[in-house]
């Protein structure tokens, strides 16, 4: 069972926020908070698995909650909620301790695929920014992608297959929708975190952001 803990500084938004979670099968909502002052005390006494937190949270600086956060539960799962795709705001996010970035207007069906890939243990972005990363290899103009392509060091597929790893597809989804095997995924994915020396998949979801590949 994921135990969630919401946060929106809007109201409305929290009571719809627990609606859509509520009727999600394996998810339980364990608490909501409406400001940054008391999410560290709400999330000491409701022990959640996942905290999606809301960027534009009213009181203490947000960013500074992240750090705050893992030290006070280093299991702890923090799924970021925002309305901002710049790129500034979502390497922020992952450097400070965030696993996953969601935007608002994402649907309830993401949000729910959001909570459940981060708390798994991997990153997420959520599809809006991984399709402008996408868009951003490949439409920059005639050379952009070429040259980004390039000083990675990737070839054209490996590229291809970064955008939708940052995306957070799993090799899996990722063979689907490339129509080839899981084995060759794997193979492209290792072979990109070797030239890119990436350690794991959050790596290079920060790889992509440095580039500047993703939105602005």
């Not at 400070?96 to 959001?114: C, D, I, Q, R, W």
Request: glycine letters at 10%.
């Amino acid at each position: 069972m994921i135990r969630l803990l919401l946060t929106d500084g809007d109201f409305s938004a929290r009571e719809a926020l627990r609606g859509w979670f509520e009727a999600v099968v394996g998810m339980e909502v364990v608490g909501n908070v409406g400001n940054g002052a008391d999410l560290l005390a709400q999330t000491a006494s409701c022990a959640p698995t996942l905290v999606l937190l809301d960027l534009s949270l009213p009181g203490p600086d947000v960013f500074a909650l992240l750090p705050a956060l893992r030290e006070q539960d280093v299991q702890l799962r923090v799924l970021v909620r925002g309305e901002l795709t710049n790129e500034h705001y979502v390497r922020r996010a992952f450097d400070l301790g965030a696993h996953g970035y969601l935007l608002k207007s994402s649907l309830p069906t993401e949000h729910a695929h959001g909570v459940r890939t981060v708390a798994l243990g991997r990153p997420f972005l959520c599809s809006a920014i991984g399709l402008a990363l996408l868009n951003r290899l490949y439409a920059t103009g005639p050379t952009g992608g070429a040259a980004t392509q390039a000083a990675l060091g990737l070839s054209k597929r490996e590229m291809e297959v970064l955008g939708l790893v940052a995306s957070g597809l799993t090799n899996a989804e990722i063979a689907g929708k490339l129509f080839t095997s899981k084995r060759t995924i794997e193979t492209h994915r290792q072979n990109i975190m070797e030239k890119t020396q990436s350690r794991n998949t959050a790596a290079l979801i920060k790889l992509a952001a440095s580039q500047g590949l993703l939105p602005k």
